[in-house]
């Protein structure tokens, strides 16, 4: 056994799972808030990364304001999606909603074709490029920073989540939408917001993922090992989305690696399989009682 | 655009048609149709576009010279998304609206598929995309033909050129797994073998796989003299190179006839430099003598066309060739025929699309040059002279 | 105008067809099958075949998700498992295409219930992911068990053949597909007439409610699964020998979603629905195709955003009919037929 090529690609699966853990993150929010499983949250950060390669590259902005730029298109366009489509279907069945973002996906890849598209395109480097050695065990550069980025978001996020006021009443809303109104807290203004966040963050996820290895219309796929992370994790948990991200990234990984490229999908989804058996609603996610 | 322009441009056009299809019913000679199955959208739409602009070119030139002994070659295409089913349906309806004879499938699946329908109706002629060695059987593909070498026979080629440059030169493969990335593997293995090359490292990369970094570890491990790739356009090719070079690698790249396009190896930017390949065509800005066709080309597109271009101008002259030696023998068109008329060619100038005469051998046209990228004229340029596989 | 039907026994009140004139349409909708493969080239053959074989699959998948609750995205790929039965049973043993089509669907339908059995103790979102994973595990072993069904390249296989004829044009294996279908639509419209049909419903409506009405939850929630991927087996089998070879990438994820939309767009919960929204669905592409054609010679690239456009009326169909017209085409259909009924009245 080589112990230092099983610890390289240790440190590759590190790097994926944090981008799963920070999309998947944005996944369990919408989820948490709104009770919608959002599938197409893959498309989302497929727009993302396009519209950042549409800043960079199209207009040559510079990096840093394509960056915000693209997070801020991206987060408006989940807004819009958020009262148009959404909004209209409060209070229908958890399956119709989930099969409108279903909808939304398609339309959403559709359009990115038509504006830029369906050939795989690649995005500016603007990663530094030294390669990283960890003790000897080298890790690719984009991976690495990609991880660390996606970690720094992490944590602020679930700092503000924690703290902040609108973290709070997003709180509220997961925990009981009824009583969240009774209190004053405005909903549908949750709702919109968690919409425009949950986008932004995908977008930025977007850009990492497109960064390491080049954007496609198809790169929405990407969303279906999300969906895995989240009911790995449990729909409603957030620490459960972080460490399932990071397993579902070190499996597929090391899947990968050991057995061949065909395998990373169903090494994926067989843990989500042996999951599903397991416990049903996912390592951390509460397990709901119905009543008549 | 007011409504009454488009109407006013839509009875134009139609009246075009019109003309032409007067024009064409005034010729007594029947016109001969070449169908087409072809990626203009999806993930093959960088070549589908260039094909399709080919073939149109290539129809217009030769339909200008008074057509295929005087007999009218019309182009009728359809996208197909490069979905086999889609294709498939494309054939169908293309076929129950003309008597077709001549036909460009858009990949190896395709082909295959089709194949048992093309001997059912025994009157077309098939040539594509796709290189795939498999096709490469008079017997058991009699009615279809591949414009260039196989993807064993270019890496047969681009092994040839590795033996030459390092003897015993480790050698690594990175495919696609696709019908079309899997192709030449095995051959590849005998091929390496034969040479003395040591292959030690074959990597498929799943569909949609973006993310390399595990399969540049294994690299790394491997530290292979040469990588050579099969089965892409563009991506996860820039990925492999660049990682390995900040890696420290000194593994020179190359590639298989779709990877070669100027504008898309240009796309890599720096470490496109020293990027190899085998191309069994002449590139668009190719400066050679005797070259009328793509003097012809420059003229008639005044930017640069892709490889998949060249592909489909050359597989519509070659299919016309076919048709014409059929014609030219007195004989009925029809599969078989048509066949025999494509064997038959012989020392056929292409007129520089091809820098040597095309001679057909088995169902294919084993003729390669191997080019380098470089990077200061933003140009793969020919780092061997043209190689005839025997 | 129908002043109104007068049902004097259960039986006719459960019967499929009320009215005489209903009677009279199916009839001639039957005649016209019959007929149409002579009146039609090619092309409008093999379009029919294929919406035929959609219209099995969408009843099939109806069954499961709009009578009875569950949300499949497995679809597809239970298809894909009675193409691969249908190709290797034609190539390795040459039985009959009948006797194909049923293992095919028997096939499916075991599998079915292998990946229904989470369904009790997971529903809604999490039996629908489980069944994405049931279809991403599927196409892994159509892909790589190569000896069996022969990788990536899939499997060629011969036309059915009945006393040595064969079946290959498209007008020619509609004789096949056209029957079937028929047969396989009265089966599901009849189904609801039955006690576990009933069953299906009422479990949709409310599964803990039906449990405590004594219905056994598991035992029926696997028997939707079945019944819906015998369908889509025999869908599958329909499909393999309307194009004579089976590939991985011919049961793609994005086909389970098509049929999803097909009964959205047609009307969940309605064998009507099941054929209309097929209908609508499989003719979408072409009249979008028959547009691009129209518009080319004024607009050369429309050719060039015909594939994103389709992409995109896809979504658009799927959320238009949910926030719209959840009931989809077949309520529409039937507000027609009220409004012709009930004129010169308002409804």
Known sequence: MDWLFFSEIGLAGLGSGGLYALTGLALVLIYKATRVVNMAIGEILMLGAYVFMGFSAGLALPIWASIILAILVTGLVGGVVERAIIRPMLGESAISIFMITIGLGSVLIGVVEIIWGANPQRLIEFMPKDPIFILDAYLSPKVGYAFLIAAIVVGLFLIIFRTWRGGVALRATAGDQAAAYSMGINVPKVFSSVWVLTSMIAAGAGILVGSIGGISPDMGVYGLSVLVVVIVGGLDSLLGALIAGILVGLIETYAGAYLGGEFKMLATFMLLVVVLVIRPYGLFGTHEIERL | MSILKVAKRATGALLAAGLITGAAQASDKKDIVLGGSIPLTGVFAFAGVGIHAGITDSVKIINDAGGIEGHKLVYVPEDTAYKVDASVAAYNKITSQHDVNLYYGDSTAFSKTISPELDRSGKTLMTGASFASELNDPEKYPNIFIPGPTYVDMVGILMKHIANEKPGAKVGLVHSETEFGRDPVEGAKATAKELGLDLNLVISTAPGGVDVSTEVLKMRRARPDYVIFHGYVLSPIPEFIGQARSMGLDTKFMGTFWSMDNQMVGKMGEIADGFMGVMPYNYYYTEAENAPMLEKIRSMRDTYQSNAYMQGFFSTIMMAEAARNVIKAGKELNGPNLHEGLEAIKDFDTGGLMGIPVTVKGNSVPIGRVYQYDLSKKQMVPSSDWIRLD | MRIGTVKESYIADAALFDTKVQRGWMFALLAGLLLLPFFTGQYASYLVCLVLINIVSTAGLNILTGFTGLVS????????????????????????????????????????????????????????????????????VFANWTSVTGGVSGLSMPPASLFGFEFIQPDQVYWIIMPITVIMLFGAANLFRTRIGRAFIAIRDRDISAEVLGIRLLRYKLLSFAISSFYAGVAGGLWAYFFRVVTPESFPLTMSIFFLAAIIVGGMGSILGSVLGAVFMTMVPEVLKMMVGVLSPIWPDAVAVMSPVRIIVFGGLIIIFLIFEPDGLAEIWRNIRRFFHLWPFKT
């Open chain 3, 73 to 140: 995205l497995g679809q597809a790929a239970f298809m894909g498992v009675g193409a691969y039965t249908v190709a290797l049973m034609e190539i390795k043993l040459g039985t009959p295409f009948l006797l194909n089509l049923l293992v095919a669907g028997g096939l499916a339908a075991v599998i079915g219930i292998v990946v229904g059995l989470p369904s009790l103790r997971v529903k809604g979102l999490y039996l629908a992911i489980a069944t994405i994973a049931a279809s991403v595990i599927l196409h892994f």
